[in-house]
């Protein structure tokens, strides 16, 4: 019976984070991608720290922060790719050249290395808190287990939003570059080489 429950747990947490998704562009276009991704990623970080307040017995409330956590990271996934296009531009627009490959190619490779260094990370806490599988688990490891369910990954979305606010992209830049750009190409002769 557990195995069902943490496979529902995992589904709502899905199910929610695919609304968080649709809801994205609408909120984009209203706020800006770097105001929602802030927003997003706050109540993210919010939600995710709160695992650590849950007792064995709250289950109930464990589903609900799942729910909420999804539909606030599902506000940020879109974000993330279409805030890379936006680098793109303003490095065009900076630089008078175009890097749109190299922009997303490094961007990717981050994400990659990260999910993979992410993962290695995940493991090595489990184990200084000696967890092990398919055992009881000793006081220890259960504190490793909510560590790293809950404030660990809050420290990564924190240093997340503090990037953030240094990714100076708002909306009202956002169309300027894209005004000037579209400028630009208007000037330029396809024909000519």
């Given at each position: 019976?557990?195995d069902?429950?943490?496979?529902?747990?995992?589904?709502?947490?899905?199910?929610?984070?695919?609304?968080?998704?649709?809801?994205?562009?609408?909120?984009?276009?209203?706020?800006?991608?770097?105001?929602?991704?802030?927003?997003?990623?706050?109540?993210?970080?919010?939600?995710?720290?709160?695992?650590i307040?849950?007792?064995s017995?709250?289950?109930?409330?464990?589903?609900?922060?799942?729910?909420?956590?999804?539909?606030?990271y599902?506000?940020?996934?879109?974000?993330?790719?279409?805030?890379?296009?936006?680098?793109?531009?303003?490095?065009e627009?900076?630089?008078?050249?175009?890097?749109?490959?190299?922009?997303?190619?490094?961007?990717?490779?981050?994400?990659?290395?990260?999910?993979?260094?992410?993962?290695?990370?995940?493991?090595?806490?489990l184990?200084?808190?000696?967890?092990?599988?398919?055992?009881?688990?000793?006081?220890?490891a259960?504190?490793?287990?909510?560590?790293?369910?809950?404030?660990?990954?809050?420290?990564?979305?924190?240093?997340?939003?503090?990037?953030?606010?240094?990714?100076?992209?708002?909306?009202?830049?956002?169309f300027?570059?894209?005004?000037?750009?579209?400028?630009?190409?208007?000037?330029?002769?396809?024909?000519?080489?």
């Amino acid at each position: 019976i557990s195995d069902i429950a943490f496979s529902v747990f995992n589904v709502s947490g899905t199910l929610s984070m695919i609304i968080g998704i649709m809801f994205s562009k609408m909120l984009a276009a209203r706020f800006g991608k770097r105001n929602v991704f802030i927003m997003g990623l706050s109540l993210t970080t919010v939600f995710t720290v709160m695992f650590i307040t849950l007792s064995s017995q709250s289950v109930e409330l464990a589903f609900t922060y799942q729910i909420f956590y999804g539909l606030s990271y599902g506000i940020t996934v879109p974000l993330l790719w279409a805030m890379m296009g936006d680098v793109a531009d303003y490095s065009e627009w900076k630089n008078n050249r175009r890097a749109t490959g190299m922009i997303f190619s490094a961007v990717v490779f981050g994400l990659k290395a990260g999910i993979g260094l992410g993962g290695a990370i995940g493991g090595y806490l489990l184990s200084f808190y000696n967890y092990e599988s398919n055992v009881e688990q000793t006081a220890r490891a259960l504190t490793g287990i909510r560590m790293t369910a809950s404030i660990y990954p809050a420290i990564a979305f924190i240093i997340g939003l503090i990037a953030l606010f240094y990714y100076k992209i708002d909306k009202k830049m956002e169309f300027t570059i894209q005004d000037d750009l579209a400028e630009r190409r208007k000037s330029f002769d396809y024909n000519e080489k």
